[in-house]
């Protein structure tokens, strides 16, 4: 678990950009009930997270098409959040950071960390957007 002080700026980062936050598996549940498109990005303090991930996702939303719904859970910290937000991603192993979207419920489309290590923001983001377009 890490302290909320070390955290605090990676969760910002994420809810400035209008991610809901979730910290319970009901919250996960509840958020991925609802119709159309949720993006599911499992936050982390990893490096990848602070320099591909976080930033991906919030250059992905510059697209014309883009998910309904954007939530967030943080790996390491609010690990109920984090586990039922990574049952709802099987058959992909769990990964943080990761991202996951949801149509009306069923995962669509997946970013596993190793999508993510070692990628330029912009890369990540063009595969966003090319899901974005598919499924939103």
Do not use: Q, W
């Amino acid at each position: 678990m890490y302290p909320a002080e070390l955290v605090k700026p990676m969760r910002d980062d994420l809810a400035k950009a209008g991610f809901e936050e979730l910290f319970t598996a009901d919250a996960v549940e509840n958020a991925l009930k609802k119709e159309g498109t949720t993006l599911v990005v499992v936050n982390s303090v990893c490096g990848c997270a602070a320099a591909n991930a976080r930033p991906a996702a919030k250059m992905s939303l510059m697209n014309d098409k883009k998910p309904d719904h954007l939530v967030t859970v943080f790996a390491g910290v609010d690990t109920e959040a984090v586990n039922a937000a990574r049952n709802l991603m099987i058959p992909f192993p769990p990964s943080s950071p990761s991202i996951g979207l949801f149509k009306d419920g069923e995962l669509v489309h997946m970013i596993e960390r190793h999508h993510i290590e070692g990628r330029p923001a912009e890369i990540i983001a063009e595969n966003l957007t090319e899901a974005y377009n598919e499924f939103c």
